[in-house]
């Protein structure tokens, strides 16, 4: 198995962090859909690839991985091309400051509050939880404004140059921005709003484009 494999659902935000940074790098590799939803869980056979049973799981001859974060960074220290960590400890502090402000606090907020109770949940024949939404407001005001923050006027989350902050983001922003109350928060801060319009242009984005971006 010398290509690169990645095992999950082309739905996951976390999944295409991980085929981000492989095309990003202009890295060949394959993605084999795993439905950890289904009844029963997911495969058995998947478990030993993943004990928790979450997605993605990752293998490069024969290395076997688990955990976004852990596997692209583990993609940017292997393979030819663009860097996607800055060098200097700062700058590597500050992506990996987003990386954590990302993961805990924005995902449940953007995603599982405000997406799926104002996007995916009428799709299901389900009304939105307004509570929830609501609830999840303010919290989602103070992610979007510590990222402002700490991009200031870059280019990039964290300067110059795209890195991994960029690709933990994009796919968390793909959905929230579908949510009126996504969208409007992101218009209101032009640096950030500046900062989507540069990134969802990018070829890596179009190529690992969710199913869900065509739904909604």
Avoid at 40 to 47: A, C, N, T
Avoid at 119 to 138: K, M, Y
Wanted: net charge neutral.
């Amino acid at each position: 198995m010398n290509e690169p494999v990645v095992f999950g659902a082309a739905y996951s935000v976390y999944v295409r962090m991980v085929r981000l940074a492989l095309e990003e790098k202009a890295v060949p590799y394959s993605l084999v859909e795993i439905d950890i939803f289904a009844p029963g869980g997911p495969p058995s056979d998947y478990l030993l690839r993943h004990p928790f049973g979450r997605i993605p799981a990752f293998e490069h001859q024969g290395f076997r991985l688990y955990e976004a974060g852990a596997i692209t960074r583990y993609v940017d220290d292997t393979f030819p091309g663009p860097a996607l960590q800055p060098t200097q400890p700062r700058p590597r502090a500050r992506m990996n400051q987003v990386i954590s402000i990302l993961d805990s606090y924005a995902y449940r907020t953007l995603l599982l509050d405000i997406f799926l109770e104002r996007v995916r949940a009428p799709q299901r024949g389900r009304q939105p939880d307004e509570d929830r939404i609501r609830s999840a407001l303010p919290v989602a005001r103070r992610c979007v404004d510590a990222l402002q923050d700490i991009m200031a006027d870059g280019l990039f989350l964290c300067g110059t140059e795209l890195s991994l902050a960029d690709l933990h983001a994009a796919p968390m922003f793909a959905y929230f921005v579908r949510a009126p109350e996504g969208a409007a928060l992101l218009a209101e801060r032009a640096g950030l709003h500046r900062w989507w319009d540069r990134i969802r242009g990018r070829a890596s984005m179009t190529a690992t484009r969710s199913p869900l971006e065509d739904s909604t």
